[in-house]
């Protein structure tokens, strides 16, 4: 079926919707049960499954429409590998980001119900990844967080540009393969840097949280999450072009 270009820009601005929703959903509601219910590890994984899960079902429900890349990193990546027309790169990403802005304005919405979740909320600015750099309590280097943003990007959208190949026998469960390669990211990162490997993911926390007066360190800190993600999309996309005979 062909869709039309308002078909797949909307598709792109539910599926970072119920992307957003599920992974700020988990990591600040989550901050309103008691301390003692589970470890920090256990919250670490409550909010890698959740984001896996959601993304799975994004990409089952709009994969067909707009191809459901969700993250700009992403539409960068399909774009080099020739999968994605010029026109449509920057009108993806706008609808990426207005779909993770609603998302995360709903999330704290809900989190403005609770006075201590708000102010529990607030200090984590919406769930936005950070690094030591401006005071954010991560404590580990720029250089650390940006390396670990592009190697994790990098294997991210391999996975993503390789296993939805029209030819790849598995590509029906390309959305499994997907979501569990997104589990695995945020295992490794966020303990590190909150962990962001999509720049939509990063951008509608730390945009909402400087709204409020005070710290404003996460959208200090969002250039980091644009460029890396962006970075290890395009290094991607070079080696899905050699594979695919098309990088000489």
Known sequence: MMWSRAQRYVAEFVGTFG???????????????????????????????ALGLGVIGMVYAFGDVSGAHLNPAVTVAMWI????????????IVAQLAGGLLAVGVIAGVAYGSAPLWSAAQSAALASQGYRGNGAPYGVAVGSVFLLEVVLTLFLVLVILRSTQRENFSKNLAP??????????????????????????????????????????????DWLFWVAPIVGGVLAALIDRYYSGRGG
Request: proline fraction near 6%; charge should be neutral.
């Open 19 to 49: 992307l957003l929703l599920s992974v700020t959903g988990a990591a600040l509601l989550s901050l309103n049960v008691d301390a003692g219910f589970y470890s920090a590890d256990a919250r670490v994984l409550l909010i890698s499954l």
């Open 81 to 92: 590998s020739g999968r994605t027309k010029a026109g449509d790169v920057v009108p993806y």
């Open 176 to 221: 499994v393969g997907i979501g569990l390669t997104l589990i695995m990211t945020n295992l490794v990162a966020i303990p590190i840097d909150g962990a962001s490997v999509n720049p939509a993911r990063s951008f509608a926390p730390a945009l909402l949280s400087a709204m409020w007066p005070g710290d404003r360190w996460a959208i200090q800190q």
